[in-house]
């Protein structure tokens, strides 16, 4: 982003969507203060601290180690802040979920609460396609709000309603949902989305793939206009149908564009092992048994395979386990936050775990078989590498992958490394 546009996008969009303005910011008596955050400023990129944003919020963006922001944040940041709507084409790991939610945290910071708000009347809503990248939305928002008194929550399928409900306290600032599940609270009047002044629509794309949108479409319906409230629209591809979409739900947006391409994944080293179908068992094996291999997503497209897999790689005494849709919720849920803490070495997935799942410290990610769409080599893979850490990616390809790596390397724009296994390992 050059100097010119970092000057003059905030007042474009300001301009645009004047339904916010900034207010002398709110801020909670601390002991912390900017001296104690110290980073110094680089050409090209954008720091936090340019951003004027609230105290207790740079406090947490600190604390979460974060210093400079990745291009999207940079991007999305300079119009949002200023209250205006975004419509963002970017692939996980981009820092995106970041964006949106500093977003909101420092407008919600720097603005009074609305007088007579409702009992489970979020003033912020966000509607994710999955379980699992909604619970991971909800604890980023739970980490950026640890300062504040910011309540947060969520309702997603497949867990205790009860629970979820006891949840939602009397003031929710932001609530994270799945379709469903969020159209179950507001059928039963358990949620109030009439106040909510900023909305989110993560992964649109798969929203769209997984047939959410009638769903998303309901949820909307029961929002402010788009002109009385934020909206932002993340999606990693930008179809006909997505920018349809966005134009009904947002009002004259800012567009941010990351490509989806592995040049995103600089850290990533990238391997393809050109092997039989019938060795790559006990090269998976023999690769996990050597040193290094420390926090290992293994990435299949069947679950019956998964499942073949994960008892396979327990027979060779190694700690693994697996997580695929037919996997219970709680279940799931319980062996992300094993593997998450390091007490799994190796978790067996299928694209389930593709998308919106971050765990820091993957130091490999193995494609024991190809994925069918292109776009899935770059989620799979963004799974390590990131924040500045270097990541591995290794790729089995056999016959079966054979007619998928030309599609891939299409898609990406590039030609991968294709070479043997290392000596010994077969």
Known sequence: MSESEQTTAPAQTENRKPKRRRRKPRRRQSNWDLRQFQVPAVAGKWRFHDFDLPLPLM???????????????????????????????????????????????????????????????????????????????????????????????????????????EGLGETLDILVATPGRLLDFHQ??????????????????????????????????????????????????????????????????????????????ANIDQHVYLVGDEDKARLLVKLLQQDGFERVMVFCNRRDLVRKLEGLLKDAGINAAMISGDVPQNQRIGTLESFREGEIQVLVATDVAGRGIHIEDVS?????????DPEDYVHRIGRTGR???????????????????????????????????PEGLL
């Open 188 to 265: 039963k009047r358990d949620v109030d989305l009439s106040q909510v002044e900023v909305l989110v629509l993560d992964e649109a794309d798969r929203m769209l793939s997984m047939g959410f949108i009638p769903d998303v479409k309901r949820i909307i319906a029961h929002t402010p206009k788009p002109e009385e409230r934020q909206t932002f629209l993340f999606s990693a591809t930008f179809t006909e149908d997505i920018l349809k979409l966005a134009s009904q739900w947002t009002r004259s947006p800012a567009h941010v564009e990351i490509e989806v391409t592995v040049d995103n994944a």
């Open 364 to 372: 490999h990610v193995i494609n024991y078989t190809l994925p069918e």
């Open 387 to 421: 924040a500045g850490a270097k990541g591995v990616s290794i790729s089995f390809v056999g016959e079966e992958d054979a007619f998928s790596l030309p599609e891939i390397e299409r898609f990406i724009n590039d030609k991968l490394p294709c070479e043997h296994p």
């Open 59 to 165: 406090r947490a963006i600190h604390a979460q180690g974060f210093e400079y922001c990745t291009p999207i944040q940079a991007e999305a940041l300079t119009h949002t802040l200023l209250g205006g709507d975004a419509v963002g084409k970017a692939q996980t790991g981009t820092g995106k979920t970041a964006a949106f939610l500093i977003s909101m945290l420092a407008y919600f910071l720097e603005e009074e609460t609305p007088d007579g708000q409702k009992p489970g009347a979020p003033r912020a809503l966000i509607v994710a396609p999955t379980r699992e990248l909604a619970l991971q939305i909800e604890k980023d928002a739970r980490a950026l709000a640890r300062f504040t008194k910011l309540n947060v929550a969520s309702v997603v399928g497949g867990m205790d309603y009860q629970q979820q409900l």
